[in-house]
């Protein structure tokens, strides 16, 4: 059978096809200059829209941690972590190589280093989050008031502002005493923040007795999108969205 050129070139590319070239999964970071925090208490998080036919939605991971320092104003150091919680800052540090937009290196893994710091996807009140945060991306609001009772929220592109909703690790553990970002006896109660209480909050013991108690939440924000092969979630890297204090339940 005699080939020309063109009928080998077509055909090498069918072969090609036929082995199942693996596709190259990408999704892009969220800038850190997209991101406005405001003290502790406020942050605009400006997300474009995903293009990859495979993206489906942002998410918000986070963790919250008890603590007897109070401030309104964070540097990303180690030492002003640690004055909020050493676990904050060893948490901090160990998710930041996969967060630094001038690295080259790509970790394939994002699920399982939330998963090891014990993060958790946030969930709004009354609404399914991945609704909210679609691939169209929009202009997040994050607020956390300080008055006391009142409920931190979500807005996005100027909407109704929504209530923010612990995790419960999909029934895995039990939020107390609500799923509400509230500073509370029973959120910043060390003996609480088990695997099956308050998993997503972590204990410092390193408050003197009789002391007031605080609670700040650290959150990550990342592109996410599905795997059209095994059907699992990938990541983009994470963007550190900032460290937030928990206004008092009453």
């Not at 080939?3 to 096809?17: E, Y």
């Not at 080259?104 to 909210?132: K, M, P, Q």
């Not at 209480?197 to 996410?224: C, H, K, W």
Request: charged share 15%; with cysteine.
């Amino acid at each position: 059978m005699n080939l020309t050129r063109s009928s080998i070139i077509i055909l090498f590319a069918l072969i090609m096809l036929s082995c199942g070239l693996e596709e190259y999964y990408y999704l892009e970071q969220v800038p850190e200059e997209y991101i406005e925090a405001e003290f502790v208490n406020k942050a605009t998080v400006r997300l474009p829209s995903l293009t990859a036919h495979y993206a489906t939605n942002y998410g918000i991971f986070y963790r919250i941690y008890i603590s007897g320092h109070l401030t309104d104003s964070i540097q990303l150091s180690s030492a002003d972590l640690g004055l909020i919680n050493s676990t904050l800052a060893a948490d901090y540090s160990a998710i930041y190589p996969s967060t630094d937009p001038t690295s080259t290196s790509i970790n394939t893994a994002i699920g399982t280093l939330f998963r090891n710091r014990r993060y958790y996807e946030l969930a709004l009140d009354g609404t399914n989050i991945r609704n909210v945060l679609t691939r169209n991306g929009g202009t997040l609001i994050f607020e956390f008031s300080t008055v006391p009772g009142e409920v931190p929220t979500l807005s996005l592109n100027a909407g109704t502002p929504i209530p923010l909703f612990r995790s419960n690790g999909e029934g895995t553990f039990i939020p107390e005493p609500d799923r509400y970002f509230f500073n509370s006896p029973d959120l910043n109660d060390n003996a609480k923040t088990t695997e099956t209480i308050n998993a997503d909050t972590n204990p410092n013991t390193g408050i003197q007795e009789g002391a007031f108690r605080y609670t700040y939440v650290s959150l990550y924000v990342v592109a996410m999108g599905m795997d059209d092969r095994n059907f699992s979630t990938i990541f983009s890297k994470p963007t550190h969205i900032g460290i937030f204090k928990l206004p008092d339940s009453f």
